[in-house]
Nanobody, 126 residues
Framework: QVQLVESGGGLVQAGGSLRLSCAAS????????MGWFRQAPGKEREFVAA????????YYADSVKGRFAISRDNAKNTVYLQMNSLKPEDTAVYYC???????????????????WGHGTQVTVSS
């Protein structure tokens, strides 16, 4: 399976920006569909954004639409999550995940994904 390593998390003030990166390695790493999830203390891990392997189609949770952007550079086997206009409620551990493909709305569900990174902490202060 593909190995994933997230980076780019940190502390930022409300209204600021962060760019998360997810480096993928392993056989056919660039052929995977990719997603970002996040989990705050006491809450379930929730879907944030996803991108098909071609990069031409993306999906976003309503809570981040218009503020976050997912993209990928298949030549570098890297997926990005650009986060703008950050709010304190965005504070969470962010996880990168890889899937062999999406069917219908399956991008939304954790069980769709085969591989997960270890997460990177994002903290947004008031």
């Amino acid at each position: 399976q593909v190995q994933l390593v997230e980076s780019g998390g940190g502390l930022v003030q409300a209204g600021g920006s962060l760019r998360l990166s997810c480096a993928a390695s392993g056989r056919t790493a660039s052929s995977y569909a990719m997603g970002w999830f996040r989990q705050a203390p006491g809450k379930e891990r929730e879907f944030v954004a996803a991108i098909r392997w071609s990069g031409s189609i993306t999906y976003y949770a309503d809570s981040v639409k218009g503020r976050f952007a997912i993209s990928r550079d298949n030549a570098k086997n890297t997926v990005y999550l650009q986060m703008n206009s950050l709010k304190p409620e965005d504070t969470a551990v962010y996880y990168c995940a890889a899937a062999r493909g999406f069917r219908g709305g399956s991008y939304y569900y954790r069980d769709t994904y085969d591989s997960w990174g270890h997460g990177t902490q994002v903290t947004v202060s008031s």
